[in-house]
């Protein structure tokens, strides 16, 4: 209670800086599969005389 009425404590920065860092490198990670899979699509429709 004190912790929270003083403001951050380190602990909780710390705790707070790994919670925006982690989700970001999730994003960054799925944004990049998901661009490799849609060139490995363009690639193959590409290949496949339709």
């Known amino acids: 209670m ?3 009425r003083l403001g951050r404590t380190p ?10 860092q982690f989700p970001r490198a999730i994003r960054k990670s799925a944004s990049a ?4 899979a849609a060139q ?3 690639l193959i429709r590409a290949a ?3």
């Open 33 to 36: 599969m998901l661009s490799a």
């Open 2 to 4: 004190k912790a929270a």
């Open 11 to 20: 602990a909780h920065d710390k705790g707070a800086s790994h919670a925006i």
């Open 40 to 42: 490995l699509l363009l």
């Open 48 to 50: 496949l005389p339709l």
